[in-house]
């Protein structure tokens, strides 16, 4: 008798699973796979005049990448169901906290500095244009100018901010949280 209610129970929890028109994931999307199967990036752009000198493919392939491994998408070159397009609108280092030096001869520094990236993202969704959206996202991560020096984490830094963008691109698009 018990394995016929436990039996029962997949099979209603498969049922329930397959009833649904909308496919939903362990990512969190809303993705309706049996309409949107494609998506496309194209490459972004550095507008921002600063930052590493591969800056804008790094952030083009990490987008590619992230939505393949967190949907079932199909990555395509041009013209997917899902387009996103855009461009890294700033990277600026700014100081955030001043360290007195304690003398009068000495200039205070900065004992914090910050990097902020701000990437401008356009996105259509071919199957449902009241989704698409024109937005700029932002990030930034924090250094300690006395300990190091930019270029020892600019690379590091810039890939955690990226992290970081990336996942609110996915939130603000396909999970629609």
Known sequence: MKSNSRLFFWGLVWFIFQSCSVKYSFTGTNINYEVVKTFSVENFFNDSGNGPANMEQRFTEALKEYYQRNT?????????????????????????????????????????????????????????????????????????????????????????????????????????W
């Open 72 to 176: 079932q998408l199909e990555l395509v070159r041009s013209n997917g169901d899902l387009q996103f397009s855009g461009a890294i609108n700033g990277y600026s280092i700014t100081p955030q906290a001043v360290v007195s030096s304690g003398s009068s001869n000495v200039p205070d520094r900065a004992g914090q500095m910050r990097l902020t990236i701000r990437v401008e993202v356009e996105y259509l969704n071919q199957t449902n244009e009241e989704e698409n959206l024109k937005q700029t996202f932002s990030f930034f991560k924090d250094y300690d100018p006395r300990t190091t020096t930019l270029l020892d984490v600019e690379s590091q830094l810039v890939e955690e901010i990226f992290e970081v963008i990336i996942q609110d691109i996915f939130t603000a698009t396909v999970a629609n």
